[in-house]
Nanobody, 121 residues
Framework: QVQLVESGGGLVQAGGSLRLSCAASGSIVIIDAMGWYRQAPGKQRELVAA???????NYADSVKGRFTISRDNAKNTVYLQMNGLKPEDTAVYYC???????????????WGQGTLVTVSS
C-alpha cells in the first residue's frame, strides 16, 4: 500500500508564489517517476512538471521559466515551486508517481488527493 499526500495549495494574488509538496509513504522500494498534474474546471487533467523514469524533467510550455520541480529522494518527496502565478494557473494540482513495492513488481500508478491553487487577478 502506497500513498501520496500533497500540501501547500491556497489562494494567492497574480504574480505571487506558492510551493507545493508531495510526500510518498508506504511500502516503497523505488519511485520510477514522480510529478505534478493539474485540472482546471471544465478542462482535462494536464501535465505540469515531472521527473521521468530516465531522470529527466518535463515541463508544460505554459509553466516553463515560472515553475520549478525538485525532489528529496531521502524523503520520497517532490516539490513544485510556482512563481509568477497567473489566474490561468488556477486548478486542482495532483501529485502522481509510479511506485514499485518490490524490485520485480510493476510500478503502481498512484495519485494524491489533490490540492487547490487559486490565483486571483
Amino acid at each position: 500500500q502506497v500513498q501520496l499526500v500533497e500540501s501547500g495549495g491556497g489562494l494567492v494574488q497574480a504574480g505571487g508564489s506558492l510551493r507545493l509538496s508531495c510526500a510518498a509513504s508506504g511500502s516503497i522500494v523505488i519511485i520510477d517517476a514522480m510529478g505534478w498534474y493539474r485540472q482546471a474546471p471544465g478542462k482535462q487533467r494536464e501535465l505540469v512538471a515531472a521527473f521521468t523514469s530516465g531522470g529527466n524533467t518535463n515541463y508544460a510550455d505554459s509553466v516553463k521559466g515560472r515553475f520549478t520541480i525538485s525532489r528529496d529522494n531521502a524523503k520520497n518527496t517532490v516539490y513544485l515551486q510556482m512563481n509568477g502565478l497567473k489566474p490561468e494557473d488556477t486548478a486542482v494540482y495532483y501529485c502522481n508517481a509510479a511506485i514499485r513495492t518490490s524490485w520485480y513488481a510493476k510500478a503502481l500508478d498512484t495519485w494524491g488527493q489533490g490540492t487547490l491553487v487559486t490565483v486571483s487577478s
